[in-house]
């Protein structure tokens, strides 16, 4: 088994910060690309930030210069740090990953976490 946990949301003004964090644990031999999406609602869910096992990285051209995205690998958890938050940002935010495990299939599964509201007020 494998999961994904989300932490860090919560209800900040706007202008404010916070930092997610999501950790993946359970039989892991591996993780490849690890990404935060986030869907606000009535609205379908986008991409926020993606980051690439060597640690390169994306992000959503509305959030570029706020946020940004890290991992730690020897901890299997990624974070995303976002500043000057605005109302805009406001909805749930999911992490996913590809992950290799040691059973079988041992190509790459992507898992998604439960998801953390994230609630900008102006």
């Known amino acids: 088994q494998v999961q994904l946990v989300e932490s860090g949301g919560g209800l900040v003004q706007a202008g404010g910060s916070l930092r997610l964090s999501c950790a993946a644990s359970?039989?892991?031999?591996?993780?490849?690309?690890m990404g935060w999406y986030r869907q606000a609602p009535g609205k379908q869910r986008e991409l926020v930030a993606a980051i690439t096992s060597g640690s390169s990285a994306n992000y959503a051209d509305s959030v570029k210069g706020r946020f940004t995205i890290s991992r730690d690998n020897a901890k299997n958890t990624v974070y995303l740090q976002m500043n000057s938050l605005k109302p805009e940002d406001t909805g749930v935010y999911y992490c996913?990953?590809?992950?290799?495990?040691?059973?079988?299939?041992?190509?790459?599964?992507?898992?998604w976490g439960q998801g953390t509201q994230v609630t900008v007020s102006s």
């Open positions: 996913n990953a590809a992950i290799r495990r040691y059973t079988a299939p041992y190509t790459p599964l992507t898992y």
């Open positions: 359970g039989s892991i031999l591996g993780i490849n690309g």
